[in-house]
């Protein structure tokens, strides 16, 4: 069974003449264990998508599936609970709290999902080790570097039984060795039995995907796979 299925959805914002097609008509599914990265202009759809596979925001028509749930007959409490257990989300922005050290951000989502505290806290630790920062655990957002606190990020992201990765274009404020560090991570996850989706505008990057996506004006235009598929696909969609 798919992970992540995206079934003929379309999103409009707006209505009559300022109504904007973020998507049109696009169908996509994630296996388990399968890595597929989003690539395409700035306007094309790329966030949309993403947002809409992690119950950000749902489609005008059209449904989104995460293993066999449709989004849309959740209720809201019901959406909550599938995003805390199974959807992890790299934001753009990283959206750490700054009141809270690096293990408790990381350890949030699973203390809102009823764990205890004191079960919670070796997963954060354990998560914080995977992507090397083991002794940060008490450190705060603004104690730490840009890429530091992106790591804390996806560690947030990683922790638990996270079935679908999201990432937002991860990699956009990191330099090259910390960039590849994250990718890394984020591959180790799909390779483990996830399914990750990966925004990105760099074909480097997207080439760690096994399946390359090219949006523009919210339709597919195009998909390639294998070694290289970013860059062939840039060439066959530019």
């Not at 603004?142 to 530091?148: C, I, L, P, V």
């Amino acid at each position: 069974m798919s992970v992540l299925e995206l079934r003929d959805v379309h999103r409009r914002h707006g209505q009559g003449a300022t109504e904007v097609h973020a998507l049109r008509g696009v169908s996509v599914s994630v296996e388990p264990g399968e890595f597929v990265a989003v690539m395409g202009p700035s306007g094309s759809g790329k966030s949309t998508l993403l947002n809409l596979a992690g119950g950000l925001d749902a489609p005008s028509t059209g449904e989104v599936v995460v293993e066999g749930a449709v989004l849309g007959s959740l209720s809201r409490s019901g959406l909550a609970r599938l995003r805390r257990r199974r959807i992890g989300y790299v934001f753009q922005d990283l959206n750490l709290l700054a009141s809270l050290t690096a293990a408790e951000n990381i350890a949030l989502p699973l203390e809102l999902d009823g764990l205890a505290p004191r079960k919670a806290r070796p997963l954060a630790e354990a998560a914080l080790a995977e992507v090397d920062l083991e002794g940060y655990a008490e450190r705060f957002p603004d104690q730490m570097s840009g890429g530091q606190q992106q790591r804390v990020a996806i560690a947030r992201a990683l922790v638990g039984e996270r079935r679908l990765v999201l990432a937002d274009e991860p990699t956009g404020a990191l330099d090259s060795q910390t960039g590849e560090a994250v990718l890394r991570l984020l591959r180790a996850k799909v390779d483990a039995g996830a399914a990750g989706v990966l925004v990105t505008h760099e074909a480097r990057h997207a080439a760690w995907a096994d399946r390359v996506i090219f949006l523009r004006d919210g339709v597919i235009v195009d998909t390639s796979t294998g070694i290289g598929s970013a860059e062939q696909l840039l060439e066959v969609s530019s």
